[in-house]
Each structure stands twice: as structure tokens, then as C-alpha cells.
């Protein structure tokens, strides 16, 4: 069966407003303090969604593409805890139990960053399957950056900003996949380094860590698949 998949590439940025990686708790306001364990490069961000394509016999493309959509992580774990966190963590969570991490953004240049004071809401209900939705930003002249992740607090699934503008005073943007659930006026939306996304530890990946030279812990294998 193809699937279309959609890779980023992330380079790791160890600065505090860029630390991504394992949540303690569902608490998730953007201090390092917060994360079990930190994500490092290589890193990389995958849109799972199935398509379907079949040519005729004149050679014609058929295809088809559902809205299911879920992101998978391929990540490294920074060998930097001397308590060994992951160790405990993929025994206690195994394959079958789902935990929060911090959504990793994309590095944008200054201009484009997302303050960490920028509170955003619905400003206009959305129903569902809607592709397109306003938000009211604290700083109205500020619109969220294209290619940034966010989340509706009315449900767990992660969207990605494919397309934003400034209407009259309200951020209009265009999300991917389109919205699994309606959201209603007022609700709250999580944007930068308060995206907190549900996953589990993919069945491939391995429950434990190895050593590099009996000494330096190593987990360099992980991938972690988005909750539905």
C-alpha cells in the first residue's frame, strides 16, 4: 500500500526556548525542568497518511488519499542524563501505554520565532473537516509561522500550519490534516514549545539502552508514534 510520507529535518538546538523531548507529567509550559529526557539529532518528523494510486490502461493517475493522518519521530536520545530516565521509561511504558512529549519545531530565523509570551484562541467556531481556521493572537499583528505545529485543547491531535495571514486583525490559517474534531469559539491553542503531543513507543523500537563504551549510555533508535 503507498503512503505519502513527509520528512523535516531538524537540527538540534540545545538553547532553553529549543529543548524538546520526553514530558515529566501533562504539565507542559516550555521549561526545560519539565522534560524526563531530551531529544538530540538526528532527528526527524514523518506524516504518516494513507494514498491509494492506480494508472489506467492510457496511463492515467487514479488517486486517492484519506484524512487520516498521524506524525512519527525518529529520534536520538541525548546521552546526558547520569540517571538513565529512558532505561525506566520505555520498560515502564512498553508498547501499550501512550505518554505526553514536547512537539519539536522547526528552527525559525528570529523574525519568525514564536514569542513564548503569544497566547492564541479560536476566534470563529470551526466545524468538523474545516481545513481553515481564525485565531485571535495576544499580539494581533503577529501571524504564526507556516510549517509551525500546534494543537486545539479540545482534542489531542497535532495540525500543521500549512498556510497563515493576518485578516482584519485575525490569524487566518490553514491546517493539515483538516481539523478530526470541531473546535469551539474561545478555545485555547497551544503554538511553540507548549505543543504537547500523545504517542507511544513504536514496536521496532528498543525497550532499554545500550552502552557505547560502558560507560556513555546510548539511545539512538527511538521512534515514537502519534496517539489517534
Known sequence: MPRIQLAISLVANFEENMMYGILRSETNTGLTSELLCLFSAPLSIRSKQPAFASDTLSLKRKTIQTNYQRWEIDTAIAPLDPD??????????????SFPIRMPQPVFPAYRAIPKTLMCNVSQAAALMASQVYLT????????????????HGHSK???????????????????????GSVTLGEDVSVGDNVTMHVFYETDSP?????????????????FVEKL
Not at 84 to 97: A, C, D, S
Not at 158 to 180: A, C, E, F, M, R
Not at 210 to 221: E, K, T, W, Y
Open 84 to 97: 538513565f530516565n529512558i532505561l525506566g521509561h520505555t520498560v515502564k511504558m512498553g508498547y501499550t501505554k
Open 137 to 152: 493572537n495576544s499580539n494581533p499583528s503577529f501571524a504564526l509561522p507556516a510549517n509551525s505545529f500546534i494543537r486545539f
Open 158 to 180: 497535532v495540525y500543521l500550519i500549512t498556510d497563515t495571514q493576518i485578516v482584519t486583525g485575525k490569524n487566518l490559517i490553514t491546517i493539515t490534516p483538516s481539523l478530526v
Open 207 to 223: 525497550l532499554g539502552l545500550s552502552f557505547q563504551d560502558g560507560i556513555l549510555a546510548d539511545a539512538s533508535n527511538v521512534t
